[in-house]
């Protein structure tokens, strides 16, 4: 979730074998599908077809290519030793309690490896509509280890299974995916695979999975090139994440732009392959999971943590690289929790804030449960500075869900749950470098 928004002012281990696997000739895609989403008359029902089928079918919209999505790996390297761990500091951190449960869509996950087997819950294999998501590839089950070797035994993998044999998949698979994670309890979501073509099918799976308190992390993407021209790395509401290599150095291959949000080491990463073996690769798909590692490891410190505290903690805890600040090559910097030192409830902390200096704008009663807050700007949006929109319930911090609208200048602010009626809540925007707002609403009946 790229942190946003600029304005001038405002309206309202491993084991002991290894082995390099061949490496993925698809790690970029095409715009064109041989497929299509459908949508037949009077139904909401949408299915994928094959191009050909469509005109043998009658009293269907067609609404978009199914766009096709490949695994994010670059290349794959010689054996190294496992210093991603070690560089992000997940070790300095001292284990919460409870359970934190990361859905790793991907190509499906050899829960049988030794480095995974007690570390799995139940998944889904959307290709198959089994419940049976065991690796068909190797960049899944990669992908899982490098969550398992840098996480407790507490933070628990769900693997889904959405793409073949040859490292893709298509959007209409990934968003049921998605939507299956979210449905089953997974708390992060973690995509490695990346693609050309805008697809509003699966941005709004990704909506769903946010406005339900599940944070999404995905790829940069390996072309060496703009994250404006890939998705789901172009969308602002989930965090991207660039690719470094053992210098600290921006990985050649990593795509970078506007919506880098963090980077992380995905050059040499030594993790599980399928077969109880062990392997090094290199791309951008490696570099998501330690993120995700870090995200469930301050989830578990506080699991009362929204997803914007998560966000704002991770962004908190780099080591700043390239220009000072956020820049679109590293994003705020290489995510580093060595030095992590957080209160138990960062909710609390911000509830204690002191409003005496705050702009006072007019109060709002009979406001609806489900009401959406749009902040208008007097401005095109950028991505230069922080607005940090909260809402409280008494000293509660009240969990909602951020977006933004480009075209219309504006953030719209969501609560994950319908506000209680007749009840008094407090808007709170703080503008970094500029100024800090407060109003005051009441809920109907």
């Known amino acids: 979730m790229k942190k946003i928004i600029s304005i001038l002012g405002f309206f309202f281990i491993l084991g002991l074998l290894y082995v390099v696997p061949p490496a993925n000739e698809g790690f970029a895609s095409s715009k064109e599908s041989d497929r299509v989403l459908v949508k037949f008359v009077g139904s909401e029902l949408i299915d994928s077809v094959a191009k050909d089928e469509v005109e043998l079918l009658d009293g269907i919209e067609v609404l978009q290519p199914d766009f096709i999505r490949y695994a994010a790996i670059q290349t794959t390297t010689g054996v190294a030793d496992s210093w991603g761990k070690e560089r992000i500091g997940v070790k300095k951190m001292v284990p919460g309690k409870g359970t934190v449960v990361i859905a790793v869509i991907d190509t499906g996950v050899d829960y049988t490896h030794p480095l995974l087997k007690d570390r799995i819950v139940a998944g889904y294999?959307?290709?198959?509509?089994?419940?049976?998501p065991m690796d068909v590839h190797f960049h899944g089950t990669h992908v899982a280890g490098i969550i398992a070797d840098s996480t407790p035994a507490n933070v628990k993998i769900m693997p889904i299974r959405a793409m073949d044999e040859k490292g893709k998949g298509y959007d209409s698979d990934i968003s049921t995916a998605i939507r299956f994670a979210v449905d089953n309890g997974a708390d992060i979501i973690n995509l490695s695979f990346i693609g050309e073509g805008y697809s509003q099918y699966l941005t709004d799976a990704l909506n769903y999975a946010l406005a339900n308190n599940v944070l999404v992390i995905v790829v940069a993407g390996n072309n060496g090139a703009d994250t404006a021209n890939y998705f789901p790395a172009s969308e602002q509401n989930v965090i991207v994440v660039s690719a470094t290599d053992q210098h600290d150095n921006i990985a050649s291959f990593s795509n970078t732009g506007d919506t880098i949000d963090l980077s992380a080491p995905g050059v040499g990463i030594v993790s599980s392959l399928p077969g109880n073996r062990y392997g090094s690769l290199t791309g951008t798909s490696m570099a998501v999971p330690f993120v995700s590692s870090v995200a469930a490891m301050i989830k578990l410190d506080d699991p009362s943590r929204s997803i914007q505290e998560i966000e704002r903690l991770l962004k908190k805890y780099v080591d700043d690289q390239g220009a000072v600040g956020w820049d679109p090559i590293f994003g705020e910097g290489i995510v580093n929790v060595a030095s992590y030192d957080e209160p138990l409830s960062e909710s609390a902390d911000v509830a204690g804030m002191d409003f005496s200096n705050f702009i006072s704008l007019p109060s709002v009663r009979n406001v609806p449960l489900n009401k959406e807050w749009h902040i208008e700007f007097?401005?095109?949006?950028?991505?230069?500075?922080?607005?940090?929109?909260?809402?409280?319930?008494?000293?509660?911090?009240?969990?909602?869900?951020?977006?933004?609208k480009v075209e219309t200048k504006e953030i719209v602010a969501t609560a994950v749950s319908s506000y209680a009626p007749s009840t008094s809540y407090k808007l709170v925007i703080r503008v970094k470098n500029g100024k800090d707002y407060l109003m005051d609403f009441h809920t109907g009946y």
């Not at 294999?125 to 049976?132: A, G, H, I, M, Y």
């Not at 940090?388 to 977006?403: A, C, K, M, Q």
């Open 125 to 132: 294999d959307v290709l198959k509509n089994t419940s049976d």
């Open 378 to 404: 007097t401005r095109q949006l950028s991505a230069k500075d922080i607005i940090d929109v909260h809402v409280f319930r008494g000293n509660e911090l009240v969990p909602i869900t951020l977006r933004s």
